[in-house]
C-alpha cells in the first residue's frame, strides 16, 4: 500500500495548548469523514488511517492515509471544527508520499512554531520528550 503523509496544524481557537486534544484527534477525524463523506468514504479510509504523532505545544499532527483515499481524508481533515468539544482550526502543512519528509517536515514546522515561545522547566521538558518521541518514530 502506497500511503500520503499529511502535516496538519491543528490549533484551538482559545489559542492555548491542549493536551487533550491528540488522543482525540482520531475519532475527530473519523467523525468529520463520516459526516463530510458518508459511511463509504469512512469505510474506505478507516483501514488506513492514523494519527502517527501529535505535538499538542506546537498543535503539529502527522497523518497517514492511503494514496487512494488522500483527498477525501484532507478534505474532511480542513473542515474540522471540534477536537473534544473544543474549537478548532486545521491547515495543511505539507503533503507528501515519503514517511521520512514528512518527520523532517514536521521538526522543521514544530521548531518554527517553537521558536518564540517561552516555556516554563515543564514545558521545556515536555517539548523535548515530544521531540524525541517524533524522532524515534518509525514505520
Same mark, same amino acid.
Given at each position: ?6 502535516? *496538519?496544524? $491543528? ?9 487533550? /486534544?491528540?488522543?482525540? =484527534? ?7 469523514? /463520516? ?24 498543535? $503539529?499532527? &502527522? ?26 482550526? &486545521?491547515?495543511? =502543512? ?6 521520512? $519528509? ?10 518554527? /512554531?517553537?521558536?518564540?515561545?517561552? *516555556? ?20
Amino acid at each position: 500500500m502506497v500511503d500520503r503523509y499529511l502535516i *496538519l496544524y $491543528v490549533k484551538a481557537k482559545d489559542g492555548r495548548a491542549h493536551e487533550s /486534544l491528540g488522543p482525540a =484527534l482520531p475519532a475527530a477525524i473519523r467523525s468529520s469523514i /463520516l459526516q463530510h463523506q458518508g459511511e463509504a468514504g469512512l469505510e474506505a479510509a478507516s483501514p488506513s488511517l492514523s494519527v502517527l504523532h501529535y505535538n499538542h505545544l506546537a498543535g $503539529v499532527a &502527522v497523518v497517514r492515509i492511503a494514496r487512494s483515499e488522500h483527498a477525501k481524508v484532507l478534505s474532511s481533515c480542513l473542515k474540522m471544527t471540534l477536537v473534544d468539544y473544543k474549537g478548532v482550526t &486545521v491547515k495543511l =502543512l505539507k503533503l507528501t508520499g515519503a514517511f521520512r $519528509v514528512a518527520k523532517t517536515a514536521a521538526a522543521e514546522h514544530i521548531a518554527k /512554531l517553537m521558536a518564540p515561545l517561552k *516555556l516554563g522547566p515543564d514545558q521545556q521538558a515536555t517539548a523535548a520528550m515530544l521531540q524525541e518521541k517524533l524522532a524515534a518514530l518509525y514505520i
